[in-house]
Structure formats: C-alpha cells, structure tokens
Nanobody
C-alpha cells in the first residue's frame, strides 16, 4: 500500500506563488500525478511525472506556470504554482498507483477509481 500526505496550499492573491508537497510512504511508486477539483466541477488532471526518466506533463491550463519536481531522498513530489489565477482555485490532490500508469492519460483526466492512492486533498484559493 501507498500512503500520501499533502502539505502546502492556502490563500494567495492573483499572480502569487504557492508550492504543494506530497510525501509518500509504503510501496515504491514510479509516477505521481496532481489533480484538482473546483466546486461543482469534475476532477481535472494538472501535472504528472514519470520517475524513471523525469518526464513531466502539464495540462494546457497550467503549462508554463506550474512545475512538478521530486526529491527522491525525501520521497516527496512538489507542485510549484506560479502566476496563480482565480480559476486555479480548487482542492488539489496528489495521486499514484501501485502499478505504473501513463501520465499522458492522467493529464487528460481520470476517475478516482483508476488510481489506488490519493492524498487527502489540500485547498488552494486565489483571489483577484
């Protein structure tokens, strides 16, 4: 089993920066994705990383503003969010699976049941 614990988040004005962290424990995993869900909206893929080669993926809505990175010594994946916009307001989740999964698919959106490990969710609020 994999356990994920998120930290970071909070409230910021438009144009600001926040960094989310997702620390894993338990089974070794080979990829990590970030999703977000705004009120009354569907779960949206945000970013993803394959650990084997460091390949990263971003949704069009965050490309150029968000950066996913990893500290393998700390078993932590980060999502640095810059130039935040009010439309980035959502609850953010990190997620992974015991088995490899394709980031390209995760970015386009997955049902929660597709991945077997999810963080608790962390709120990001961006005011204009």
């Amino acid at each position: 089993q994999v356990q994920l614990v998120e930290s970071g988040g909070g409230s910021v004005q438009a144009g600001g920066t926040l960094t989310l962290s997702c620390t894993t424990s338990g089974e070794r995993v080979v990829a990590m994705a970030w999703f977000r869900q705004a009120p009354q909206k569907e779960l949206q893929g945000v970013s993803c990383m394959h650990f084997s080669d460091g390949t990263t993926f971003y949704s069009d809505s965050v490309k150029g503003r968000f950066t996913i990175s990893r500290d393998s010594d700390k078993n932590t994946v980060y999502l640095q969010m810059s130039d935040l916009k009010p439309e980035d307001t959502a609850t953010y989740f990190c997620a992974t699976d015991s088995s490899p999964f394709p980031c390209q698919v995760a970015i386009r959106g997955l049902p929660r049941a597709a991945l077997n490990a999810w963080g608790q969710g962390i709120r990001v609020a961006v005011s204009s």
